[in-house]
C-alpha cells in the first residue's frame, strides 16, 4: 500500500504561480509511476501530468505544455507540479495517483493508478 498527501495549493490571481506536492509513504514509492489528475466542478477528472519511476518518462496533457512541470525526489519521496502562468481554468481540485509498475513510463489514465490522495484545491482568479 502507498499512501499520498497533496499539499501547495491555494489561491492565486492569474499568471501566478504554485508548486503541488505529493508525498507519499509506505511501500516503495521508487518503484511507483505517478501521474496529477485534476477535477474541476461539474467535470470529469482529466489527467495533467505523470512520470515515469526513473523520472525518465514524462508526459503532459497539450494545454499545459511550456506551463505545467512534473519532477520527483525519490529520496523524499515526493513528486512535484509546478505550475507556472496559471489560467481561471486552471481551476480544479489536483489529485496525485501512484502505481507499482515493472515498466518505467508515465501512464495517462485513471485505470492505470491503484493509488490516490486526497487532493487540493487550486483556484484561480482573473
Known amino acids: 500500500q502507498v499512501q499520498l498527501v497533496e499539499s501547495g495549493g491555494g489561491l492565486v490571481q492569474a499568471g501566478g504561480s504554485l508548486r503541488l506536492s505529493c508525498v507519499a509513504s509506505?511501500?516503495?514509492?521508487?518503484?511507483?509511476?505517478v501521474g496529477w489528475f485534476r477535477q474541476a466542478p461539474g467535470k470529469e477528472r482529466e489527467s495533467v501530468a505523470a512520470i515515469s519511476w526513473s523520472g525518465g518518462g514524462i508526459y503532459y496533457v497539450d494545454y499545459v505544455k511550456g506551463r505545467f512541470t512534473i519532477s520527483r525526489d525519490n529520496a523524499m519521496n515526493t513528486v512535484f507540479l509546478q505550475m507556472n502562468s496559471l489560467k481561471p481554468e486552471d481551476t480544479a481540485v489536483y489529485y496525485c495517483?501512484?502505481?507499482?509498475?515493472?515498466?518505467?513510463?508515465?501512464?495517462?489514465?485513471?485505470?492505470?493508478?491503484?493509488?490516490w490522495g486526497q487532493g487540493t484545491q487550486v483556484t484561480i482568479s482573473s
Open positions: 509506505g511501500r516503495s514509492f521508487s518503484n511507483c509511476n
Open positions: 495517483a501512484a502505481s507499482h509498475n515493472y515498466h518505467d513510463y508515465a501512464p495517462q489514465y485513471e485505470s492505470q493508478y491503484d493509488y
